[in-house]
């Protein structure tokens, strides 16, 4: 067994997280690995102000995909570019087993509030940082100026206008003193001193696990969020999408470039043909073969819903004449 080193994952210098000395040691293994995510592994992806993303491990590549597949052995007995066609076959017919031969631990640090978006998909293992056991550090997620919005009037989930002016900088200064200021009362709660002493001996202070309900849900919290490829593709095709929350979005971009690295070729494969790619329902597609026939479609006398037709739309990137309402 390798030393381990002391990482400092947050300001706090008593939170600290033990981890293998990767940069320090090599380990013999029989298993496929892919060069470029080991190159990876264990380095911090930096998002919002104080959270970040990285690998802590993983197991398969794109070629345990095609394996799996075709309940082989070894590297496959076909060429390069079958083992390509495979995959994208798989992919786009949404089989769902062979990527599930792949697997991957992210070690996070997250808003409370992202978490809690993020914990909705369900297919995977977690652990998080327990503030029943240990103290919670001072770190909030302030948002930048531009990322503070007006809530849409069109979508019940979404933003609109960015404020500005004294109201951007008011809504900064009570995210910020509200903060601050449940913190102060979650450390007196605690009473907790230095050397396991009372900071107050003549108070016993509240139990963590109790003291720890009035944080702000914009405090840090952290976990261990293993899954695997499928699940995670899942994962990305909601939260890397561009109506996803921008908090919990910027984790999923930097988790596909992650991808990228892991298994290349799943991942174009994903890119064309759940990213890249739109489903229409059966009126939507009697729609465009009207269209497609030379027929002024509206829609009025589409069939569709306002919604659906608009959402047809903007998957056209058309904004004829013909497909106005």
């Avoid at 300001?11 to 190159?39: G, K, Y």
């Avoid at 495979?86 to 992210?106: A, G, Q, S, V």
């Avoid at 050397?195 to 849900?217: I, Y």
């Amino acid at each position: 067994m390798s030393e381990e080193k002391r990482l400092t994952v947050s300001a706090s210098e008593d939170q600290t997280i033990a981890i293998p000395a990767a940069p320090e040691a090599t380990h013999t293994t029989l298993r496929a690995t892919v060069p470029a995510l080991e190159a990876r592994l264990y380095q911090p992806v930096k998002l919002l102000d104080h959270g970040f993303v990285r690998v802590i491990d993983y197991m398969g590549d794109d070629h345990a995909i095609v394996q799996a597949a075709r309940v082989s052995y070894g590297r496959g007995t076909k060429k390069v570019s079958e083992d390509t066609g495979l995959i994208r076959y798989l992919m786009r017919h949404r089989h769902t087993t062979p990527f599930e031969m792949c697997d991957i631990k992210f070690h996070v640090k997250l808003p409370i509030f992202v978490a809690r978006q993020w914990i909705r998909h369900r297919m995977a293992s977690v652990n998080e940082y327990s503030a029943r056991y240990s103290v919670m550090d001072r770190e909030f997620y302030i948002p930048e100026p531009a990322q503070l919005a007006a809530q849409s009037t069109l979508n019940r989930q979404g933003r609109d206008a960015i404020l500005e002016g004294e109201e951007a900088a008011r809504v900064l200064a009570l995210l910020r003193s509200d903060a601050e200021r449940s913190y102060d009362n979650y450390e007196w709660m605690l009473n907790e001193g230095s050397a396991e002493k009372p900071a107050d001996p003549e108070r016993q202070g509240l139990a963590r696990e109790l003291a720890r309900m009035n944080l702000t849900l914009n405090a840090y919290t952290q976990w261990y969020w293993k899954t695997n490829l499928h699940n995670l593709f899942h994962f990305l095709s909601l939260r890397a999408d561009s109506h996803a929350q921008y908090e919990i979005r910027v984790y999923a971009e930097a988790m596909l470039d992650i991808v990228a690295a892991w298994v290349p070729v799943a991942h174009q494969a994903f890119l064309d043909y759940r990213m890249g790619a739109t489903t229409f329902s059966g009126p939507m597609l009697a729609v465009l073969r009207r269209m497609l026939a030379g027929e002024a479609v509206t829609q009025a006398d589409s069939g569709l819903s306002v919604r659906e037709w608009r959402e047809m739309m903007a998957s056209l990137e058309t904004d004829s004449p013909a497909a106005t309402a």
